[in-house]
């Protein structure tokens, strides 16, 4: 008898048949979680990275793209784009964030989403591009194929936390959103994700 096993989250599933159009996502946290949950890269399984110690709270489901991972070319189009400062890619997989209508209860599952855009953040010299998504087939966002459609009260929502979540207020900022992006070069930076990967891990 064959024993079950469950694939790796990261290594183990596709970024998805039709990336980077429609993309597989791995959600570690969702919007009602007060625990920063991250996969443990090993094993494979969530794991508690911290309680979150502020009062700003995940706006949209969050996680990551699977085969994915930032390094040289997700850093060659932070400098293509103007970001002076940076020298590294992250060295993590494609962080993703979902909008979704419904409330979903906790992560470690996988959906599709379809990127619209992102945002180029630089997080001390390193580019930590967070990839902005609606789930397939939600009925309230999922006919939204760019991030200019969306109402600007979502952008700087969104922007607000990942500029925030890492600061108390009377720290010095971590973080900085060199550009917004559309969906163009949003999935510019999902195939560079997926070229890193396969220089750092093959096939």
Not at 35 to 54: A, C, H, M, N
Request: net charge negative; with cysteine.
């Amino acid at each position: 008898m064959i024993p079950n096993f469950k694939a790796h989250p990261w290594h183990g599933i596709s970024a998805g048949e039709e990336a980077p159009d429609v993309v597989n996502v791995f959600v570690e946290i969702v919007p009602s979680d007060t625990i920063k949950y991250e996969i443990d890269k090993q094993s494979g399984y969530l794991k508690v990275d911290r309680p979150q110690q502020f009062s700003n709270i995940i706006p949209a489901l969050y996680g990551f793209i699977p085969r994915t991972y930032c390094h040289d070319e997700v850093l060659k189009l932070a400098i293509e784009r103007g970001a002076t400062d940076v020298m590294t890619g992250d060295l993590d997989p494609l962080d993703i964030c979902v909008l979704s209508s419904h409330n979903i209860h906790s992560g470690g599952m996988l959906m599709e989403a379809i990127p619209i855009g992102g945002f180029k953040m630089i997080d001390k010299g390193e580019a930590d591009d967070k990839i902005v998504a609606v789930m397939k087939g939600d009925h309230a966002f999922g006919h939204f194929r760019d991030i200019t459609e969306l109402p600007q009260a979502e952008v700087k929502r969104l922007m607000h936390y990942f500029l925030t979540y890492k600061n108390l207020p009377d720290e010095p900022a971590k973080c900085r959103i060199e550009e917004v992006y559309g969906s163009e070069h949003a999935k510019k930076v999902i195939l560079a994700s997926q070229e890193d990967y396969a220089s750092k891990f093959g096939g």
